[in-house]
């Protein structure tokens, strides 16, 4: 069955609370409601999760990588199968991510120069070369409804002469990446802002991306060890120089609580495989924290993991069965799990936008560290 995109890609603020927005992205495949937290389908699946599961839990888009799928299945397959969405029966929108991060995490498997980056696969050791114009032409026949400009993601610790170097780099291969873009209607392509943890970096790394010109604009190089309080803080000074009028979005991030501080400092997207990732090790996020439903005390506890949570594994079971489900090891406990850890994120989403909305997000994030703050210590 053809698709016909549906509208212009586009941005459109609804409310504002402080520096916290409430937005949409207008987009080909459908409308995202921000703040947004994007599950990651690294490889074309949300582990665990059917589609219609993960759109049950009230995502309006996916991620997915260009690095991973580049390997396996290889992008002009994908392409022959129409592209990720079709291929995995995905109805929303899509973004990828360039493969800059993978890439960078390789260590000595790559090589960097100005073209781009030649590396060997984690698969079976077979050398690749990935430049600004690859990595965008790839996510063409993906068929990414948001494309990002190839980047390199500055470790850290990096001096401010790495950054700036690093820095420099990224912004002459976002350009390659934007020429290198073919527009479609409903389609975008996101610039990366990198700079590390200095400030006059990031500001000088907007102006350039400015210049260039996108259709949004993405904080790189963060969540890579800085620790929460410095990105926050690096998020503070670098979201008042971004484009007001165009999504922002935080790479990688992130724990329920840097989700709500990032939504504060003004940020509208974002990614993470944490729920996804803790929901396969038996980790569960809940109003009260997080809960190891590995831990012995689980076993005889017929209580929902969490009361308020209305996905399958909260209404359906108990602790106990879900705890004997992980010792047993058995397929139906990740997925549960990542079920329940997808819905609380998206709840959690819903409830920022709603409190933005309303004018009380403060209000609302305070009750929401209150809360965290006191644990799963409820008796049996």
Known sequence: MSETPKKAFGFQQIATDGAARRGVVETAWGDVQTPAFMPVGTAASVKGMMPESVKATGADIILSNTYHLMLRPGPDRVALLGGVRKMMNWHGPLLTDSGGFQVMSLGPLRKLDE?????????????????????????????????MAFDECTPYP????????????????????????????????????????????RRESI??????????????????GEGQEAMLETLSFTTPYMQADKPRYLMGVGKPADLVESVRRGIDMFDCVLPTRSGRT??????RGTVNLK???????????????????CQNYSRGYLHHLF??????????????????????????????????????????????????????
């Open 115 to 147: 073209n781009g980056v030649t590396f060997k696969s984690h698969l079976d050791g077979s050398k690749h070369l990935l430049t600004p114009e690859i990595s965008t032409d790839i996510q063409y026949k993906l068929d990414a409804t948001i494309t």
């Open 282 to 287: 038996g980790q569960g996020f809940t109003r």
């Open 207 to 224: 102006e350039k991306l400015l210049e260039i010109g996108f259709e949004g604009y993405a904080v790189g190089g963060l969540a890579v």
């Open 327 to 380: 010792k047993a090891e058995e397929v139906q406990s990740l997925m549960l799990l990542t079920w329940h850890n997808l819905t609380y994120y998206q709840d959690l989403m819903a409830g920022i936008r709603q409190a933005i909305e309303t004018g009380k997000f403060d209000t609302f994030a305070t009750e929401f560290h209150a809360t965290q703050a006191l644990g799963d210590i409820d008796p049996i």
């Open 295 to 313: 831990n012995a005390r689980h076993a005889e506890d017929n209580r929902p993991l969490d009361e308020a949570c209305r996905c399958p594994a």
């Open 158 to 201: 990096a001096t401010k002469a790495q950054a700036d170097e690093s820095m420099q780099l990224s912004m002459r291969w976002a350009k390659r990446s934007r020429d290198a873009f073919i527009d479609r209607k409903g389609y975008g392509q996101f610039g990366i802002v990198q700079g590390s943890v200095f400030e006059d970096l």
